[in-house]
């Protein structure tokens, strides 16, 4: 007799999400022709959290969804105790599907005596019972190495690159790269946009000051030529702005802002209402309110981005063939948030 069981049992998928977000998860429901396992979840009255599955897991594969936005420490506390109620019903797999990753941008120490949250984090999700994570865009690919699972690291650039394709005059678009980290993806790019010339913004941070930037200067041309400036995230908008005003002062046409992580904390939409962009292109991988939007701001839904992902690792198929871009029932025309 066999001590090994013939056959395999059928596999069930559920999504479910935590407070911050839950319209994100929604809509990549309906893009996977399912619903959102439905919760409960409060707070009790001293701040602490309860989060119970009204279904049962028990031997599902739980994607467990939740947008790392303010107030980011709550949300990520509602996501960690989400996944040990995962763990305790006996789901069979357990992923994190964070579309932002918070505490991503302290990936190594600057100086001494300082943490490196982007650890901590995985850590902590490890320790809360999950098998893998999803993402989109960290601010350092490296990163997915602090976790010993896999990390399926999703880049919103197939989506941005199909918008911005017809909004500008390719045979005068320069691509430039807020500073010497985001090289590597802005000639991506211009790679994928048939060849366009490169060019990046000489700047130095201040890492005693959150936020804080100087551009110097840019190497490559962008007199009278329009120009992309490719980002991971704007949170405050200074720094991208003052990259805006550098263009703009060595010539530039005009100037367009792409980014996935629409943060906008603080002062960001002031600033870049004031900032002289010709168009802020922005990903939904957090809520974007109608208070925060402009009239100049495109916001485009990470949903189906999202969807193909999870449906990819949950039908054990590569998660790579996205970077070419989504498949086709997971385009739609309706591609705004």
């Given at each position: 007799m066999s001590a090994v069981l013939e056959g395999t049992p059928d596999k069930r998928l559920a999504l479910v999400t935590g407070r911050a977000y839950p319209e994100q998860a929604e809509e990549t429901a309906h893009y996977l022709g399912t619903e959102v396992l439905p919760t409960t979840a409060y707070d009790f009255a001293n701040g602490e959290m309860y989060v119970r599955f009204t279904e049962p897991v028990r031997g599902a594969d739980v994607f467990i969804m939740q947008a790392h936005t303010q107030p980011i420490n709550k949300w990520i506390m509602e996501q960690l105790i989400m996944i040990d109620a995962a763990k305790r019903a006996s789901a069979r797999s357990i992923t994190v599907v964070a579309p932002f990753f918070g505490?991503?941008?302290?990936?190594?120490?600057?100086?001494?005596?300082?943490?490196?949250?982007?650890?901590?984090?995985?850590?902590?999700?490890?320790?809360?019972?999950?098998?893998?994570?999803?993402?989109?865009?960290?601010?350092?690919?490296?990163?997915?190495?602090?976790?010993?699972?896999?990390?399926?690291?999703?880049?919103?650039?197939?989506?941005?690159?199909?918008?911005?394709?017809?909004?500008?005059?390719?045979?005068?678009?320069?691509?430039?790269?807020?500073?010497?980290?985001?090289?590597?993806?802005?000639?991506?790019?211009?790679?994928?946009?048939?060849?366009?010339?490169?060019?990046?913004?000489?700047?130095?941070?201040?890492?005693?000051?959150?936020?804080?930037?100087?551009?110097?200067?840019?190497?490559?041309?962008?007199?009278?030529?329009?120009c992309v400036v490719v980002d991971d995230m704007i949170d405050t908008a200074g720094t991208i702005c003052e990259a805006v005003r550098t263009l703009h002062e060595h010539g530039a046409k005009s100037v367009t802002l792409v980014a996935t992580h629409g943060l906008l904390s603080g002062p960001a939409v002031e600033r870049l209402r004031d900032s002289g962009a010709k168009e802020i292109v922005l990903m939904d991988t957090v809520p974007i309110p109608e208070e925060k939007r402009l009239p100049n701001m495109t916001v485009l839904s990470t949903a189906p981005l999202l969807a193909a992902g999870i449906r990819s690792v949950f039908e054990s198929r590569s998660v790579s063939n996205l970077l070419n871009g989504l498949p086709e029932d997971m385009r739609t025309r309706n591609i705004y948030a």
């Open positions: 505490y991503s941008r302290q990936d190594k120490k600057h100086l001494g005596r300082e943490p490196i949250t982007a650890k901590l984090m995985f850590s902590l999700l490890q320790a809360a019972g999950a098998d893998r994570v999803m993402t989109v865009d960290l601010h350092a690919a490296q990163e997915q190495g602090f976790f010993s699972g896999p990390v399926d690291h999703l880049t919103a650039m197939p989506v941005l690159l199909g918008y911005m394709r017809n909004r500008l005059p390719l045979d005068n678009t320069t691509i430039v790269s807020p500073d010497a980290g985001r090289i590597k993806v802005s000639e991506q790019w211009a790679a994928k946009l048939g060849g366009l010339p490169l060019a990046f913004i000489h700047k130095t941070r201040d890492t005693t000051r959150p936020n804080h930037a100087v551009a110097h200067g840019i190497i490559g041309d962008v007199k009278g030529r329009d």
